[in-house]
């Protein structure tokens, strides 16, 4: 047959089956797949889609990464979240929805909760002195500069838009804008 263990260096084994090297682990200790000289302790090249798969089998969830041609991949190759963890602990969430949550359990597109009690959760920030903003599109407005909430620099408050209405939480309307600013 043509399946062979070798040791074609010092220090160095290989596995071979059906004539092609499969498996290398250097003197370094570096294990490669699909390559012959790894670059780290774990090094997996493929041409075709090469991924990395952790699997739960009591609950079949495989955790992925991978590569895929011009991309980069990691996340669930299953119908489950994926989570990001520091100190296990999870910080970010995305539901298999689409639904992201920073600090919690999305139940919309886009969610943050601030555990720590900060009267203050998010910064935006421009990289000129023109100020920065927040745009709001829905998918009927093609250009960003419509409707917008941010600063003009300093410490001025924007808000921009054809009309600018002020609310409760009711939906009740207390107070209009419109483009001629009455």
Do not use: W
């Amino acid at each position: 047959g043509n399946t062979f263990i070798r040791f074609p260096a010092a220090d160095t084994v290989t596995v071979e089956t059906a004539g092609d090297e499969r498996l290398r682990i250097d003197s370094s200790g570096r294990m490669g797949l699909g390559v012959n000289s790894p670059a780290h302790k774990l090094h997996v090249a493929d041409a075709t889609t090469p991924e990395l798969i952790v699997e739960d089998t009591t609950n079949n969830v495989k955790a992925v990464v991978g590569a895929d041609n011009s991309v980069a991949r990691i996340g669930s190759d299953t119908n489950h979240d994926v989570t990001f963890r520091i100190n296990d602990v999870e910080k970010v969430r995305i539901n298999t929805s689409g639904q992201m949550g920073v600090g919690m359990s999305p139940t919309r597109m886009f969610e943050v909760k601030d555990s720590t009690g900060a009267n203050r959760i998010a910064n935006i920030r421009g990289t000129g002195a023109s100020g920065a903003y927040l745009a709001f599109l829905d998918q009927n407005t093609t250009d960003d500069s419509k409707c917008r909430v941010g600063s003009a620099g300093g410490n001025n408050l924007v808000m921009r838009g054809d009309t600018v209405q002020f609310g409760t939480g009711a939906g009740s309307e207390h107070g209009r804008f419109d483009s001629s600013g009455r």
